[in-house]
């Protein structure tokens, strides 16, 4: 098959979009040799509480975020649509989108990885993208022992699928697993909604256009 830089996809709550996530997206993209990485807001996520903020102030943000970086692009499906949003449902319109042979690469931090074996047909995660997976501070398992470490249905599934170099996942439209290592950042979004609701600064955890955002409509109080 014909060599194709592969495209990065990375979802989440991105309540709100943060310093994390942005380096994920950015560090990725230059480990993986991602073309773009096109950041997926869920609109109602099905596997836990209803975010704070409400799916199309969650967008805003994000699109904030990614303004000026032509590495990413924002998706608004999700946030659009009136249904629950399933990972594989999006992979499988974004396969749509792109074609059979296009490479994608589902970005997840360790925290999210972990929590794969639970997701709605989550078997057929991979034969949809390739999944790439980032340490996270107080997540990250050691790359050699995971997945081992965090399931072994996961164990089962991915050991045949592991890679450690960013060419195989060009030569293949999806099912490699491939962890990587990304400058160690403990910010989390409820640590930063945790702040805000106390009336603390978030500064320099998340850009400055999302916490004005934030400040002009009064989100996290
Ligand atoms: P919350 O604290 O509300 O659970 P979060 O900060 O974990 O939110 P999400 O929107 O749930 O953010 O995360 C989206 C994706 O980004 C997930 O794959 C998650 O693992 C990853 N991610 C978020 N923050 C980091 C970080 N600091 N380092 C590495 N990966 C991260």
């Given amino acids: ?27 990725a993209a230059e480990a993986l040799g991602l073309t773009r990485v096109r950041l997926i807001p869920a609109g109602q996520p099905p596997h836990r509480e209803q975010p704070a903020s409400s799916p199309e102030h969650r967008l805003a943000m994000v699109a904030l975020a990614a303004a000026g970086n032509p590495l990413l692009e924002v998706d608004a ?39 794969l074996a639970s997701w709605h047909r989550w078997r057929e995660v991979f034969g949809l993208a390739h999944v790439a997976v980032a340490n996270r501070p107080g997540h990250a398992p050691h790359a050699r022992r995971w997945p081992a470490l965090l399931s072994p249905e996961l164990d089962d599934a991915c050991t045949s699928r592991l890679t450690a170099d960013a060419e195989t996942l060009k030569t293949a439209p999806a099912g490699r697993v491939m962890p990587f290592e990304m400058t160690p950042l403990a910010i989390s979004a409820t640590r930063i909604r945790e702040l805000l609701a106390r009336g603390q600064s978030a500064r320099y955890l998340l850009p400055d256009g999302v916490l004005d955002y934030i400040g002009n409509h009064s989100l996290y109080r």
Avoid: C, K
């Fill in 1 to 27: 098959m014909r060599e194709r830089r592969p495209l990065g996809l990375l979802g989440g709550t991105f309540d709100p979009v943060h310093h994390g996530h942005l380096r994920l997206a950015e560090e």
């Fill in 77 to 115: 499906a999700e946030v659009a649509s009136p249904r629950a949003s399933y990972t594989v449902d999006t992979l499988e319109r974004l396969r749509g989108e792109f074609g059979e042979m296009q490479p994608l690469v589902l970005i997840l931090g360790a925290d999210a990885f972990a929590g």
